[in-house]
């Protein structure tokens, strides 16, 4: 399942979304019981399928650098994804924030 989409613009080399985490989102469940969070892989798969959108990436991804995950990301969240791909390296360079709060970043490596 994929988050709702309620905005999205270009800007220069990079895109902006803004995205709501659907509150029923089947990774939510036992991740964790009393405290429900958005799995980090969670949020990279949505990076990689939103940026498909707007970039001509190759197929396969090679691996993940420098993920980190800042903050807690809970159901029914607001977020802005930026993505930024770099055609001459094969990468992909993202970051999620909620509000003022930077909430993940990462580099994702395509062969």
């Given at each position: 399942?994929?988050?709702?989409?309620?905005?999205?613009?270009?800007?220069g080399a990079n895109v902006n979304l803004r995205?709501?985490?659907?509150?029923?989102?089947?990774?939510?469940?036992?991740?964790?019981?009393?405290?429900?969070?958005?799995?980090?892989?969670?949020?990279?798969?949505?990076?990689?399928?939103?940026?498909?959108r707007h970039f001509a990436m190759p197929r396969d991804?090679?691996?993940?650098?420098?993920?980190?995950?800042?903050?807690?990301?809970?159901?029914?969240?607001?977020?802005?994804?930026?993505?930024?791909?770099?055609?001459?390296?094969?990468?992909?360079?993202?970051?999620?924030?909620?509000?003022?709060?930077?909430?993940?970043?990462?580099?994702?490596?395509?062969?």
């Amino acid at each position: 399942m994929m988050p709702e989409l309620l905005e999205e613009a270009r800007v220069g080399a990079n895109v902006n979304l803004r995205l709501r985490v659907p509150v029923t989102l089947e990774h939510f469940a036992g991740h964790f019981p009393q405290f429900p969070i958005l799995p980090g892989v969670v949020q990279i798969d949505w990076a990689v399928r939103f940026a498909r959108r707007h970039f001509a990436m190759p197929r396969d991804c090679y691996g993940v650098h420098a993920f980190k995950c800042r903050a807690p990301v809970a159901p029914g969240a607001e977020l802005r994804l930026t993505l930024g791909y770099d055609e001459a390296r094969s990468t992909l360079d993202f970051s999620y924030a909620e509000a003022q709060r930077a909430v993940s970043s990462g580099t994702i490596v395509f062969r």
